[in-house]
T-cell receptor
């Protein structure tokens, strides 16, 4: 069974640009969560989607947005990039609403110059 | 979600048991204890979780105190590949058994397993 797939794995952008990251959850999983990891702040929750609806949102500015498609794939977008947005962005999938472990992808490492 | 406190770092000799403590003194009745680990530059990996009873799986054992205010993750025979950051997390479970995909990570414990 394939794991959580995130693309691209690495990317470099400049300040002011925007970026879109993609996440394909494990087949059959319907919930996708996004996290940002930086050396200073650690792992922080961005948002969660289930059945194309945002269920939960972390404390991030509106420049960070996401969406989920009918096939459960998810994308997140960061507009007007700042240097501080350099981070590892992790996606995790969950089978549904029931308790269970989150399965994380390898992440997309974004560098903003 | 309840806050957790973990030691910043720990060392363990290869082949010995690694016992990682976690304090969660404000845990609520509907919160589970979860453990994840993150090996450098990889996504976090689920290890184990529990509510109030001790749990064991192929990776580790989880011991939760009777008052549920603390827990210990035990890696019975640590190997060099167990070197990672270990996160103890408490997670709300709703009345119907449902939960969100939001985990609140602390700084974790850096476990170093040496030969």
């Amino acid at each position: 069974k394939a794991g959580v797939t995130q693309t691209p794995r690495y990317l470099i952008k400049t300040r002011g640009q925007q970026v879109t990251l993609s996440c394909s959850p494990i087949s059959g999983h319907r919930s996708v969560s996004w996290y940002q990891q930086t050396p200073g702040q650690g792992l922080q929750f961005l948002f969660e989607y289930f059945s194309e609806t945002q269920r939960n949102k972390g404390n991030f500015p509106g420049r960070f947005s996401g969406r989920q498609f009918s096939n459960s794939r998810s994308e997140m977008n960061v507009s007007t990039l700042e240097l501080g947005d350099s981070a590892l962005y992790l996606c995790a999938s969950l089978p549904g609403l029931l308790t269970g472990e989150l399965f994380f992808g390898e992440g997309s490492r974004l560098t903003v110059l | 979600d309840a806050k957790t406190t973990q030691p910043t770092s720990m060392d363990c000799a290869e082949g010995r048991a690694a016992n990682l403590p976690c304090n969660h003194s404000t845990i609520s009745g509907n919160e589970y204890v979860y453990w994840y680990r993150q090996i450098h530059s990889q996504g976090p990996q689920y290890i184990i979780h529990g509510l109030k009873n001790n749990e064991t799986n192929e990776m580790a054992s989880l011991i939760i105190t009777e008052d549920r205010k603390s827990s210990t993750l035990i890696l019975p025979h640590a190997t060099l590949r167990d070197t990672a950051v270990y996160y103890c997390i408490v997670r709300v479970v709703n009345a119907g058994g449902t939960s969100y995909g939001k985990l609140t990570f602390g700084q974790g414990t850096i476990l170093t397993v040496h030969p």
